[in-house]
């Protein structure tokens, strides 16, 4: 079982206030003395993660209103609500949107959005930008197009969103580092400057600072022009309670003094999970729909693939028994390859219902990682899936759902390092 790290101070420190969690016993409140350093990671995300029944249902009365932009399935989102409840508020989604409808279903199903879209969230907005650089501010001030949404102006607490990544993405060998895709990330400046949002929360891929287009320089000389003061910092979720070797790029920014960013990350980096420490002995949950535990049927080569691994107790495939585009010279040696039960996984990904996509054998039975399993390791609790049979989202759509999702334990360090401005938001 891991221990997690000591620590010699709390994360949010101010005028002699400190906001403390602690991961055994949760949020402790002000002048509090941390036990931080004796709690157990472990048993928090397991907490977590069994939940059979939604916890959003319990109210503090205390709002913190927020918009989810490529929103997904509500992985940034999940990870809103749960941080602002541990520190006493309810997170309040005014707006969300995402072109994919299914993910967007998920998203009303479970936080119900005032105001919901599956438009292109460009067509929302009116703006324009120097790409060379020059001007630090927008062209063309940035302007709301659809009214529902512009009613929102001077009403909205935080902007979150990841825009698409996958022009940015290492598994992209086409247009990496030059794709329009790229160029989507403005519209979360541009939202916020529009809707006067104090704060911002946005999520990419770690090799979004190497786009030909410097996205992200642009977009702090933008914020820092309109009043924001501004960090960015890659997170790896193996410091938080995430059991994979995810990292992610995280551009904060607010208006009501800096992010207290550095001692919120390091106070809350902890030792690694594994793979068995989040999806061993699962607990039975009664109505879980059975497309979470079973999976889809395989050719018969990946199913001998498969059981040789286990068989010969190897975790890579020998490239003798691989398909000939994955034999000598291939870029990617994880693929047909088995998880270690006792290590982190590798970045999940939208392939991992498939061998040749990565590393996504499971590590102690011969078959794939199930949606359930993926789900965990995505820091999904057990219950944020249960009514997908309700809404009609089939598997294909739950695979995207969950390879394309942010882990949203990966949000409490970025709520933390906020939570003073959100504090003082909400005191006035």
Avoid at 88 to 101: I, M, N, Y
Avoid at 407 to 415: A, D, E, K, N, R
Wanted: overall charge positive; charged content about 25%; proline content about 4%.
């Amino acid at each position: 079982m891991n221990q997690i790290k000591s620590t010699n101070q709390d994360f949010a420190n101010q005028d002699n206030r400190n906001i403390i969690f602690d991961w055994d016993g949760g949020f402790l409140g002000d002048h509090h003395q941390s036990i931080v350093g004796n709690a157990n990671i472990l048993s928090y995300v397991r907490s977590y993660l069994d939940q059979q029944s939604n916890p959003m249902n319990k109210k503090h009365g205390k709002k913190v209103t927020y918009i989810d932009l490529f929103c997904g399935g509500g992985g940034l989102s999940l990870g809103v609500h749960h941080a602002l409840s541990t520190f006493g508020f309810d997170a309040r989604l005014l707006f969300a949107c995402d072109k994919d409808k299914a993910a967007l279903k998920l998203v009303d199903h479970h936080f119900k959005p005032m105001v919901k879209s599956h438009d292109a969230v460009e067509n929302l907005i009116k703006y324009s930008v120097d790409l060379s650089g020059e001007h630090e501010n927008f062209i063309t001030f940035p302007q709301i197009k659809n009214q529902q949404i512009a009613q929102f102006k001077g009403k909205v607490d935080l902007l979150v969103g990841g825009p698409p990544c996958q022009g940015h993405s290492n598994l992209n060998n086409k247009t990496r580092r030059h794709d329009p895709r790229n160029l989507l990330y403005f519209i979360m400046p541009a939202f916020a400057v529009a809707l006067d949002v104090p704060l911002i929360m946005i999520e990419n891929v770690r090799s979004i600072n190497r786009a030909s287009e410097n996205v992200v320089s642009i977009t702090e000389n933008l914020l820092q022009t309109n009043g924001y003061e501004v960090i960015e910092t890659v997170l790896e979720g193996i410091d938080f309670g995430i059991a994979q070797t995810r990292k992610r790029h995280f551009l904060i920014a607010s208006k009501l003094g800096r992010p207290n960013l550095k001692n919120a990350v390091n106070d809350l980096k902890r030792n690694c999970l594994s793979f068995d420490d989040v999806n061993s002995n699962l607990k039975k949950f009664k109505g879980l729909p059975k497309i979470l535990e079973t999976n889809s049927k395989l050719s018969e080569k990946n199913v001998d693939r498969i059981n040789h691994l286990h068989d010969t107790n190897e975790i890579t495939l020998e490239n003798a028994l691989r398909p000939v585009c994955h034999q000598d010279g291939h870029t990617y040696p994880s693929v047909y390859g088995r998880l270690e039960g006792d290590k982190p996984a590798g970045t999940i990904t939208t392939g991992f219902s498939s061998p040749g996509r990565g590393r996504f054998i499971h590590p102690h039975e011969p078959r794939m990682i199930t949606i359930r399993e993926a789900a965990r390791i995505q820091s999904f609790p057990d219950w944020y899936f249960k009514d997908v049979d309700y809404l009609k989202i089939a598997r294909m759509g739950l695979v995207k759902i969950i390879g394309d999702a942010v882990p949203s334990l990966m949000v409490f360090p970025l709520i933390a390092s906020l939570i003073q401005s959100i504090e003082s938001i909400k005191s006035k």
